[in-house]
């Protein structure tokens, strides 16, 4: 099913699983076939169940911070769930073994993937001598980013501090679509007051680097954000651009 298709019919979760043809894409292992089984995963079952299925999206679906065919769609499923009550639940998997919400997991991974179609991957992309166009995932997902970023601002007063945080987080790189510049203005004092203080190191250095990309002062949050790296170099947020 076409991508425009599926965009339409959020409202309809496992629509969008069982109308994609997921034989027909790929992961990091080959066709995506497993894929609809574990994005399913993610509502039903134990919550270790659900910890497996968003291993799934980490290592396949975005193995080592690449993207594929399948990545779009499950992007899609994931924008379409987050809203569900059973993703206000927690799982295993957080540092040192801690539980944490599984909402907080899904925009951890919504704002991995856009990360890599950022003014910065494309920026690599060019360097190295190609065209974002020739990537099929790469300019998909970018058109998708203005949904995307209506789905993960509903989350921007969640009553969950650490879901409160991963939204900003995730909204952080999608405001690098042109749709969507307009909104950093308005953005960056949540940035700023909610991300830019938090406890999670990843999200301080998100905050930091979206600010100081906005055009928005950034040096009283240098220090306090202990920058080691790239911004999303730890945990569910993966490494370096892969192109």
Known sequence: MAIKDVAGSLSDPLALIKQTDWASLEHAFGPAEDTPAALAGLLIGAPEARAKAVAHLNDPVHHQNSLYSATVPAALYIAAILSDPRT??????????QWYPLRQALLNWLGSITDEVGLDAEATLL?????????????????????????????FQDANPTVREAALAAA???????????????LAPLVHSVLATSSNRVYRAIAVDGLGAWGEETASLVEQADLGG??????????DPPF
């Open 172 to 186: 952080v790189p999608l405001l690098d679509a042109p749709e969507l510049t307009h909104h950093q203005a308005g």
């Open 127 to 155: 360097r190295l001598g190609f065209s974002p166009e020739e990537y099929p995932a790469f300019t998909e997902l970018r058109a998708i980013r203005p949904m995307l970023f209506h789905t993960v601002s509903t989350f």
């Open 88 to 97: 206000d639940t927690l799982m295993p998997g957080g540092e040192e073994g």
């Open 230 to 239: 790239a911004p999303w170099a730890a945990g569910t947020f993966g490494g």
